[in-house]
């Protein structure tokens, strides 16, 4: 069983939002470990260890081992509440991991050759991710860091699946039971929009062009109310 990050914990009595709030303001995480066929046990462990390692992707699909008491237990990462605001681990949820039982947990995956595939390099493609991450079920001992997808024989309009991620022995994926995913194409990049500014100017009128029809009919109508000014004038005199 691989063991990728050591931890060590201590019990934790008190519980409730009152205690979990003092325990923090000590610089510990509250934290909880269940499964592996015993009791749910409340734990805390130190923040800014946790906080060291949470940005490394194989924290989430490792195994760990957290040490209560001097004893050593494996777990997997299950959730991971961070604060709305702040830098800061609210809470950690881990499950105890059994040698001769499955476990299931995310995967993420690696992405390989994709400036060099056909429909990048010579057909000016883009590449669209539309999974990077997938869950698996095996034995602790199969547990791999990663998945990894090999672009280099992709071409233009063309999609893979997650039908087409290679698993490692014992590695199996239970949502192909019932959809095989698109996981990664290549397709062409979008024409660009004409920008604002060069728009308005397509739309206004050329320096010296005629004025618009709406313009040019103002003018006759403006001279013919002078000239019905000028008769009623004449008409009075007589």
């Keep these: ?20 709030r003092r325990l923090r303001n000590t610089g510990k995480v509250p934290a909880i470990i269940y499964g592996g ?4 046990e409340a734990l805390s462990l130190v923040h800014h260890k946790l906080l060291a390692v949470i940005e490394d992707e194989r924290f989430y699909s490792s195994i760990i081992e957290v040490t209560v008491d001097g004893k050593a237990q ?17 809470h950690l949820d881990l499950q105890r991991v059994v040698e001769n039982e499955p476990i299931r947990l995310h995967l993420p995956i690696h992405f390989k050759n994709e400036a060099a ?3 990048v390099k010579t057909q000016g493609g883009i590449v669209s991710h ?10 602790p001992k199969d547990l791999p860091e990663f998945l990894e997808l090999d672009l280099a024989d992709m071409n233009l309009n063309e999609t893979k699946f ?6 490692p022995p014992g590695v ?14 290549i397709h062409s990049p979008r024409a660009a929009e004409p920008e604002p500014v060069a728009a308005e100017a397509a739309a206004a009128p050329a320096e010296g062009a005629a004025p618009a029809a709406g313009a040019a009919g103002a003018a006759p109508a403006a001279g013919a109310e002078a000239k019905k000014g000028e ?8």
């Design 1 to 20: 069983m691989r063991i990728s990050f050591s931890f060590n914990a201590e019990p934790r009595g008190a519980q409730g939002k009152g205690a979990s």
């Design 37 to 40: 066929h015993k009791d749910a």
């Design 74 to 90: 494996p777990a997997i990462v299950k959730d991971v509440q961070m604060h709305p605001a702040r830098n800061q681990i609210v």
């Design 117 to 119: 595939s056909p429909g």
């Design 130 to 139: 539309m999974r990077t991450d997938v869950e698996v079920s095996c034995l």
């Design 162 to 167: 997650l039908a087409d991620v290679p698993l």
């Design 172 to 185: 199996t994926v239970p949502e192909l039971a019932h959809r095989n995913a698109a996981v990664v194409s």
């Design 231 to 238: 008769e009623k004038k004449e008409g009075g005199k007589k």
